[in-house]
């Protein structure tokens, strides 16, 4: 059983452009999976259909054994999607927002792990600070956190580092490692080969909404 599986997945969004061109991918549990490829290829229509943001025009996708047609809200419940767009909620506080996104997903206040979270993303001190006033970086550990309040076994990564200074980047590295280290299987996004390279275990290559290549990343670069 793999952790997302796409069926000939197909968009075309409503004026003609057709984004996916029948995507098959089936990504397995436990990986560190990546899917690299240039600006317009398709990448963040794929994440946004997982994500319940774009209707899919065509094909299938489960997460964790669940079709997200069939089994909506369990596929919903078995990942968590961080953005590309710095979206959040800016006149709540951190705390406050990690509190309401784990009320939204029903997760029962003593199962919170609202600061334990905090920490792990390093904004302990900007718990109860209003988020718009935090930089760029906070801003995108929050979403982290956030996609993790209902402790999904997927993540998905939307460019997590498109301009994200290096020590950050470092940063954000290090806690995807320890995550997926830790049993979560993590799928990024990122148009940087070295960050693909770096980080995961196999690599999906698309290109024009289709998937050009699949393999482990050591075998893909060493065909490279
Ligand atoms: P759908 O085809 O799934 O209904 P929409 O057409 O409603 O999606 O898309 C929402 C809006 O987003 C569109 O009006 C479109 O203009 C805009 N949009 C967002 N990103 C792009 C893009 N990269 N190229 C063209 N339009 C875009
Ligand atoms: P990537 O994430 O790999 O950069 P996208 O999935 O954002 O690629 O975009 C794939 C293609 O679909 C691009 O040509 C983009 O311009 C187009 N596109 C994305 N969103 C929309 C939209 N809402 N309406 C129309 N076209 C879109």
């Not at 078995?78 to 909620?89: A, H, K, N, Y």
């Amino acid at each position: 059983q793999s952790a997302i599986s796409l069926r000939g997945l197909e968009k075309t969004y409503s004026n003609g452009k057709r984004a996916l061109d029948g995507v098959s991918l089936e990504i397995p549990r436990g990986s560190m999976f990546g899917l690299l490829g240039p600006n317009g290829a398709g990448k963040s229509t794929m994440i946004n259909i997982l994500a319940g943001l774009v209707n899919k025009t065509g094909g299938q996708a489960s997460v964790w054994g669940f079709d997200i047609d069939e089994h909506p809200r369990n596929a919903k419940a078995s990942i968590g999607i961080v953005p590309q767009e710095l979206v959040f909620d800016a006149f709540f506080t951190p705390f406050e927002t990690l509190e309401i996104h784990a009320g939204l997903f029903g997760v029962p206040p003593r199962q919170r792990r609202t600061m334990e979270l905090l920490r792990a993303v390093h904004l302990e001190d900007k718990a109860h600070v209003y988020s718009r006033t935090l930089s760029g970086g906070m801003k995108r550990r929050l979403l982290v956190a956030k996609a993790l309040v209902h402790n999904p076994p997927v993540l998905v990564l939307d460019e997590p580092t498109a301009g994200v200074d290096i020590e950050l980047r470092q940063q954000l590295w290090n806690y995807v490692r320890e995550l997926n280290a830790g049993g979560t299987t993590v799928v990024l996004t990122t148009h940087y080969l070295e960050e693909a390279e770096e980080l995961c275990d196999r690599i999906a290559i698309v290109n024009n909404g289709q998937i050009v290549a699949n393999d482990l990343t050591s075998t893909l670069m060493a065909t490279a």
